[in-house]
């Protein structure tokens, strides 16, 4: 099996990692350290043809037909209906955006650069005062 360079959770991970069980971190790092540990390495060619060995030789069970309802009826049921989008709620959302658009006025330019002098729409002064550029005189 693995000799003492490698602890036995070093061999786990190397199980984990072939059957694809690691996250992306985990298994980046057990791939580095099977390529510095001859040990670890081994250890992955040894179940790499086990399971070449498995699949060659032993047929692939087939699950019951009604596995995933026992599954389901056990755990409170999986599967929940699919949300389906609403035409009414669409057509309620633009409608709602359009009438804000139609609402909200220009921002007009400052009686300084020449503009009219009537003031900005309440809630825009600061937005008014952001926009307006002093030209050099």
Same mark, same amino acid.
């Given at each position: 099996?693995?000799?003492?360079?490698?602890?036995?959770?070093?061999?786990?991970? %190397?199980?984990?990692?072939?059957?694809?069980?690691?996250?992306?971190?985990?298994?980046?790092?057990?791939?580095?350290?099977? +390529?510095?540990?001859?040990?670890?390495?081994?250890?992955?060619?040894?179940?790499?043809?086990?399971?070449?060995?498995?699949?060659?030789?032993?047929?692939?069970? %087939?699950?019951?037909?009604?596995?995933?309802?026992?599954?389901?009826?056990?755990?409170?049921?999986? +599967?929940?209906?699919?949300?389906?989008?609403?035409?009414?709620?669409?057509?309620?959302?633009?409608?709602?955006?359009?009438?804000?658009?139609?609402?909200?006025?220009? %921002?007009?330019?400052?009686?300084?650069?020449?503009?009219?002098?009537?003031?900005?729409?309440?809630?825009?002064?600061? %937005?008014?005062?952001?926009?307006?550029?002093?030209?050099?005189?």
């Amino acid at each position: 099996m693995a000799d003492s360079t490698s602890d036995d959770n070093s061999v786990l991970l %190397v199980h984990a990692y072939l059957d694809g069980e690691l996250d992306a971190a985990n298994a980046l790092e057990i791939a580095q350290r099977m +390529s510095t540990d001859p040990a670890l390495a081994a250890e992955g060619e040894r179940v790499k043809a086990l399971q070449q060995l498995i699949h060659e030789r032993l047929p692939r069970e %087939v699950a019951p037909p009604d596995l995933r309802a026992r599954i389901e009826a056990s755990v409170g049921g999986l +599967s929940r209906p699919r949300a389906q989008p609403s035409w009414r709620a669409l057509a309620a959302s633009i409608a709602v955006c359009t009438e804000n658009l139609i609402r909200i006025e220009p %921002v007009r330019e400052s009686p300084q650069a020449g503009g009219d002098d009537r003031a900005d729409p309440p809630g825009l002064e600061p %937005v008014g005062r952001t926009l307006q550029v002093e030209e050099p005189a």
